[in-house]
C-alpha cells in the first residue's frame, strides 16, 4: 500500500532534523532551503536507512532533493557504502540532456560543502571531456541512459562499486522507449544496490520493472489518492482560437499585467521554431528549446531562462523535460496537447513550490476532440471552451490584459541562442 501524505497542518521538519549531515544542511541554508516538502519528508528518512523505494509525485514537488539528499548524505558518509577512490558510489538516471543538467547542478549546489563529486554525462557533448572527468575521479554520475551505456560500453564508466541507483522520471523514460537501456544498465551494477525509483505516474510496465529488480520497495506517494492531478495553484483558462488567430492572441496573453516567467508549449518542433521566430519579429525577447537545435543553443537558451535574461521560452514536450524553474508565472499550451498525462505535466510546470500561476490553452477547431479526452480524464468539467479570438474582451477579461496590448511590442530581434548570422524575419501585416 502506498504511504498517503499526512493531511494534518503540521510544520514539516527540517533537512537537519532528519538528520542528514550538517555540511549538506549549510549548503541548503545558503540557497534558502531549510524545510522539507511532503515527497521529501516521507522519502528522505527510508533513503537515509538504505531501503529501496519508489517515490510518487508531481512535477514540482521536489523529488530531484528528495533522492539528492539522501544519496548525497550516504556516499559522503555512511559505513555501509565504500571509502571514496575516484569510483562512482551512486548512479542517477534520467530521460533528457535537459533534466541531467538541471539534477547535476542540483546535487552540486547540496554538495558543495562536501567532498562529493558530481558529473553529469549526456549525448550531444564531446566524450573526451566526459571521459577526461571520469579519469580525474567521481564519486556520483548524473546521465541519460544512451550516453551512460555508450561510456560504460568503452570501458570509461566503471558501474562495479555503485551502491545507489536513482531513476527520476521513470514514466517519461518508458515513454521515450528507454526501458531496453535501464534493464542494460541495472544488470551491469552490483547485485546489493538501493534503488530509488521516482515518477508522477506509475504505468504498469514500470511497476513491473520495479517488482522485478527492487528489493522489497516502500511506495510512497506524496499526495492522497483523490488529489487532484493538477496543481490547485494553478489557474486554468481554456478557450478556442482559430490556428490563424493564435499568434496575435499569444502576443495579447505576453502582455497581461503581472505575468513573469512564460514556457510555450507547441507540439511539434517546426511549430516551436515558427513560434519563438514570430514572438522575436513582434519585439518579444525568446528562447527556444526543441530537437532541431543544437544542445549548445538549447542550454544557452535554458541558461537565459533561468536567469531571467529571457522570459519567454517556447518548448516542445522533451525539450522541457529538464527545466525546472519555480517562479513560472505562465503556461501556454500553443497547440492542445495529444493526451492528458501531457496536459498534466505542462501545466505543472506554472504553480509550482507554492507560487500561483496561470495555465492557458488555446484549443484550435481541429483540436476540439483532444480537448474532449483531456477534459474527461481529468474531470475539468470545462467540455465546451468558448471561442475567442484576439479582439475579444473576454480575453482581455480572463487574463488581465490591459486595453493597451498591441500585435508587437518593439522592433524585431533574434531568437535568442540561435547563431548570430540568422536574421529575425518582420512580420508581413495581414
Given amino acids: 500500500m502506498p504511504y498517503p501524505a499526512d493531511t494534518a497542518e503540521t510544520v514539516p521538519p527540517t533537512f537537519a532534523e532528519l538528520g542528514v549531515a550538517a555540511e549538506i544542511v549549510d549548503a541548503l541554508e545558503e540557497l534558502g532551503i531549510t524545510h522539507t516538502f511532503s515527497i521529501q519528508e516521507l522519502a528522505a528518512p527510508l533513503a537515509l536507512a538504505g531501503k529501496d523505494l519508489i517515490g510518487q509525485a508531481r512535477t514540482g514537488m521536489g523529488k ?40 547535476g547542478e542540483d546535487l552540486l549546489r547540496a554538495a558543495k560543502y562536501t567532498p562529493v563529486r558530481v558529473t553529469t554525462v549526456y549525448g550531444g557533448r564531446p566524450y573526451e571531456t566526459q571521459i577526461a572527468a571520469l579519469h580525474e575521479g567521481v564519486d556520483v554520475v548524473v546521465g541519460t541512459p544512451g550516453r551512460l551505456i555508450d ?14 541507483l536513482v531513476l527520476d522520471e521513470a514514466d517519461e523514460m ?23 525509483l521516482f515518477s508522477a505516474t506509475m504505468p504498469g510496465a514500470i511497476l513491473t520493472l520495479a517488482r522485478s529488480l527492487m528489493n522489497r520497495p516502500v511506495h510512497i506517494r506524496a499526495e492522497t489518492a483523490d488529489t487532484p492531478s493538477t496543481h490547485a495553484t494553478t489557474r486554468q483558462v481554456v478557450f478556442q482560437s482559430h490556428r490563424m488567430d493564435k499568434p496575435e492572441v499569444t502576443a495579447r496573453i505576453l502582455q497581461a499585467e503581472g505575468r513573469g516567467r512564460t514556457i510555450i508549449f507547441a507540439r511539434t518542433k517546426r511549430t516551436a521554431a515558427e513560434v519563438a521566430e514570430d514572438l522575436a519579429g513582434r519585439g518579444f525577447a525568446v528562447g527556444s528549446v526543441h530537437g532541431d537545435l543544437g544542445q549548445g543553443a538549447r542550454e544557452r537558451s535554458l541558461e537565459a531562462f533561468r536567469s531571467g535574461e529571457v522570459e519567454i521560452l517556447v518548448a516542445t514536450d522533451v525539450a522541457a523535460r529538464g527545466i525546472d524553474v519555480d517562479e513560472v508565472t505562465h503556461v501556454i499550451n500553443y497547440q492542445t496537447p495529444d493526451d492528458p498525462m501531457t496536459y498534466v505535466h ?85
Fill in 64 to 103: 530531484t532533493y528528495a533522492f539528492g539528499i539522501p544519496l548525497l548524505d550516504r556516499v559522503f558518509d555512511d559505513a555501509d557504502i565504500e571509502e571514496l577512490d575516484g569510483t562512482p558510489r551512486a548512479l542517477v538516471v534520467v530521460p533528457t540532456r535537459e533534466l541531467a543538467v538541471q539534477v
Fill in 151 to 164: 561510456l560504460h560500453d568503452r570501458g570509461e564508466l566503471r558501474l562495479d562499486r555503485v551502491a545507489i
Fill in 174 to 196: 518508458l515513454d521515450l522507449g528507454f526501458l531496453p537501456d535501464i534493464q542494460k544498465l541495472w544488470s551491469a551494477l552490483p547485485q546489493q544496490v538501493q534503488s530509488l
Fill in 346 to 430: 505542462r501545466i505543472g510546470r506554472t504553480g509550482r513550490a507554492g507560487h500561483s500561476g496561470t495555465a492557458v490553452t488555446l484549443v484550435g477547431f481541429d483540436e476540439a476532440h483532444k480537448w474532449a479526452a483531456i477534459n474527461t480524464e481529468l474531470g475539468l468539467e470545462i467540455p465546451q471552451p468558448p471561442a475567442w479570438f484576439s479582439t475579444s474582451p473576454q480575453l482581455y477579461q480572463a487574463l488581465n490584459i490591459p486595453d493597451s496590448a498591441a500585435e508587437r511590442v518593439g522592433q524585431a530581434v533574434k531568437v535568442h541562442g540561435e547563431p548570430a548570422n540568422r536574421r529575425p524575419r518582420e512580420r508581413k501585416r495581414r
